[in-house]
């Protein structure tokens, strides 16, 4: 089963604007990572944040995380067309080896 | 480096064949994961390795097996196909930083098998 869900499934925005994606896992997690899928290629780790960690930033990359609701949010500011991916966050949860348990992604389209 | 490298990037399977999918990694990295992602869907664990001679079992490895004798390879191998196995496959590989505050396993992912098996 899926241990994150993520929100929106699909997200259409115009260059410039910041995008936003949610996502919420079940357990208690060692740590949230994000990454980034373009089509038809393998994944790329984008950020990773730890569960004593509220706010990290990288780059137009801001993610947050709040384990009261075991949530977590990407947030991409000013975003190109070069972004356009599916994104997809993964939880290590806490006492596992280092298994990721991955979401059901969001498709990000950003248009010119 | 290479990074993670995996072979055949296609695959077409006849139901009952068997085969293995090739998964190499050349950045001495311990850990080792097999997942799958079919469409519409997050990546699923099928197998991974913490280390040369130790495996285990991830969310789905009914009609997979694996081995990891060296550090660099971890194949993995369908015994009997199904169609229900179509997908595309991805290896991946880590290692720990222990950072202050915790842990960090980032991990590196190759660019994929797509298997078809008819």
């Known amino acids: 089963s899926q241990q994150g869900e993520e929100d929106p499934q699909a997200l259409s925005i115009q260059e410039g604007e910041n995008a936003t994606m949610n996502c919420s896992y079940k357990?208690?997690?060692?740590?949230l990572q994000w990454y980034r899928q373009n089509s038809g290629r393998g994944l790329v780790h984008l950020i990773l944040?730890?569960?004593?960690?509220r706010e990290k930033h990288s780059g137009r990359l801001r993610v947050t995380l709040d384990t009261s609701k075991k949530s977590s949010s990407l947030l991409i500011t000013a975003s190109r067309a070069a972004d356009t991916a599916s994104y997809f966050c993964a939880t290590v949860m806490s006492g596992s080896a280092r298994q990721l348990t991955f979401g059901s992604g969001t498709q990000l389209t950003v248009l010119p | 480096n290479a990074g993670v490298t995996q072979t055949p990037k296609f695959q077409v399977l006849k139901t009952g064949q068997s085969m293995t999918l090739q998964c190499a990694q050349d950045?001495?990295?311990?850990?080792m994961s097999w997942y799958r992602q079919d469409p519409g869907m997050g990546l699923r664990l099928i197998h991974y390795?913490?280390?040369?001679?130790?495996?285990d079992q991830g969310e789905v490895p009914n009609g997979y097996n694996v081995s990891r004798s060296t550090t660099e390879d971890f194949p993995l191998r369908l015994l009997s196909a199904a169609p229900s196995q179509t997908s595309v496959y991805f290896c991946a590989s880590s290692y720990t930083r222990h950072a202050r505050g915790g842990r960090t396993d980032t991990q590196y992912f190759g660019p994929g098998t797509r298997l078809t098996v008819l």
């Open positions: 950045m001495n990295h311990e850990y």
């Open positions: 390795s913490v280390g040369a001679g130790i495996t």
């Open positions: 357990t208690s997690i060692n740590n």
């Open positions: 944040i730890r569960s004593n960690e």
